[in-house]
């Protein structure tokens, strides 16, 4: 079954990258190209935008019970990647591999993963897609066991499918592709608001008891082994990119939720499901040196869905990209802007 279901998030992620890239072709077919305001970021779509990065991409389940005052954290044993990647026009790749010199083993357990991350930047929308299928994490922010080891737990897998969108308000003065995709240069400070919508699904699964007895005995008696839940809403927030002599920059955004779901906790005595309102939130930090033709940058991107839980616990998922980029623009070939033409034409 997960099998199957990680068959579906894929065919769907490459049906939504190849729906948002013909949506962008065909509106570029009937309209003239967006204008914005080249005195506050230029753009270098017509330029390949080369990159050399490192990244390292998370989910982390979170447990917090606030009548007890305490929390505890099940993070994945994730890789560090290095790789290279290309931006032409609407068309972003990227590819890396978590190479063994990056990642020695410091006993934290094995962690097979499938993360989906697709973040795109347009003018006016953003939209940013999840599907992430983690089986194995090891216990963080708790010290339950007396020989300097990890509390392991690789029975434990966690799935989530979701998709956020955001519209720009200030967009002709406002980049995030300056700050993301690097094939734009923010060159004076602006912000803007930003507001949207949201959803996810998702499951955590275990063979026993998800809370472990050593943090909590009498929550574990309840072998809580399986959750899922659902939600959605509105978003709103807002970003700025601070913009010091021109090259270096500082983009920051925040977005809040109101989403309304339903949680099912599944244990001993049974199983219901729990409906409310939960506020998430989503977080974006940029920074670097741009100029017309290199750049250097860094970003990290976290998003907090917070579960609606009984009483007074919460559980919550975190999903996080972090990336350093190494960027080098330049003019393709004639040669190139054929084959190029051409993918943008059929592609």
């Known amino acids: 079954m997960i099998a199957l279901f990680r068959f579906f998030a894929v065919v769907a992620f490459t049906l939504l990258a190849l729906t948002t890239q013909a949506q962008s072709r065909s509106q570029k077919e009937r309209h003239k190209p967006d204008l914005h305001d080249t005195t506050y970021y230029t753009s270098y779509e017509n330029q390949i935008t080369g990159r050399y990065y490192f990244s390292k991409k998370y989910t982390l389940l979170r447990f917090r019970n606030f009548a007890e005052g305490y929390s505890f954290s099940y993070r994945p044993n994730t890789t560090l990647n290095m790789g290279v990647g290309a931006t032409y026009r609407w068309a972003t790749l990227n590819l890396a591999y978590g190479f063994g010199f990056l990642n020695p083993d410091r006993g934290k357990g094995d962690t ?162 729990v409906y409310g309102f939960s506020p998430n939130t989503f977080f974006r930090v940029f920074c670097g040196y741009n100029t017309r033709v290199w750049a250097i940058s860094a970003l990290y991107l976290t998003n907090a869905v917070h579960m609606h839980a009984r009483g007074e616990g919460q559980v919550t998922l975190n999903t996080g990209n972090a990336r350093l980029n190494f960027v080098y623009r330049f003019k393709p070939s004639r040669k190139a802007k054929r084959v190029l033409k051409y993918i943008d034409k059929v592609g």
């Not at 599907?131 to 509390?151: E, H, K, P, V």
């Open 112 to 273: 097979r993963y499938l993360d989906l991350q697709f973040h795109t930047y347009s003018r006016k929308i953003i939209l940013d897609a999840f599907g992430q299928f983690y089986r194995g994490f090891y216990l963080a922010g708790t010290d339950i066991t007396t020989d300097n080891s990890y509390y392991l737990r690789p029975d434990l897998k966690v799935n989530l499918i979701g998709i956020s969108t955001q519209y720009i308000f200030n967009h002709d003065r406002f980049s995030y592709r300056a700050a993301f995709h690097q094939n734009e240069w923010q060159k004076k400070s602006a912000g803007t608001f930003i507001a949207g919508l949201e959803g996810y699904y998702g499951t955590v699964l275990a063979d026993s008891t998800i809370v472990p007895t050593a943090v909590d005995k009498p929550v574990a008696t309840g072998n809580a082994d399986h959750l899922k839940f659902f939600e959605f809403g509105p978003n709103v927030g807002y970003a700025y990119s601070l913009v010091i002599r021109r090259h270096f920059y500082i983009t920051a955004s925040a977005a809040v939720s109101l989403d309304y779901g339903g949680t099912q906790i599944s244990e001993n005595s049974g199983s219901e499901w």
